[in-house]
Nanobody, 123 residues
Framework: QVQLVESGGGLVQAGDSLRLSCAAS????????MAWFRQAPRKEREFVAT????????YYADSVKGRFTISRDNAKNTVYLQMNSLKPEDTAVYYC????????????????WGRGTQVTVSS
């Protein structure tokens, strides 16, 4: 497993932007597909976006497509989530996840998780 630490969350207004970062403690970061999930109060954890090992492939949940962008810098062992045009319904704890396989969009597809960072969007 790989240790993951998220950062960049905060309180913003609707329409604002935020960039989340997730730093991975591993020498083999490029071997992991990465993803972002989120969990709002009293709701199940939901998939947001995933990126392949080199970053050449990405996949998004319909709810964030066109507003969020996932990217990675393998030299820095970091994956990012650029969030634009934020809405109150984007309020959640955002989690970074990693796994050797790419293509999963269920939380059960990922074996390593960070502790999360809170994003709150006010209306």
């Amino acid at each position: 497993q790989v240790q993951l630490v998220e950062s960049g969350g905060g309180l913003v207004q609707a329409g604002d932007s935020l960039r989340l970062s997730c730093a991975a403690s591993t020498r083999t970061f490029a071997s992991y597909a990465m993803a972002w999930f989120r969990q709002a109060p009293r709701k199940e954890r939901e998939f947001v976006a995933t990126i392949s090992w080199s970053g050449s492939n990405t996949y998004y949940a319909d709810s964030v497509k066109g507003r969020f962008t996932i990217s990675r810098d393998n030299a820095k062992n970091t994956v990012y989530l650029q969030m634009n045009s934020l809405k109150p319904e984007d309020t959640a704890v955002y989690y970074c996840a990693a796994d050797y396989r790419y293509g999963g969009s269920s939380w059960t597809d990922f074996r390593s998780w960070g502790r999360g960072t809170q994003v709150t969007v006010s209306s």
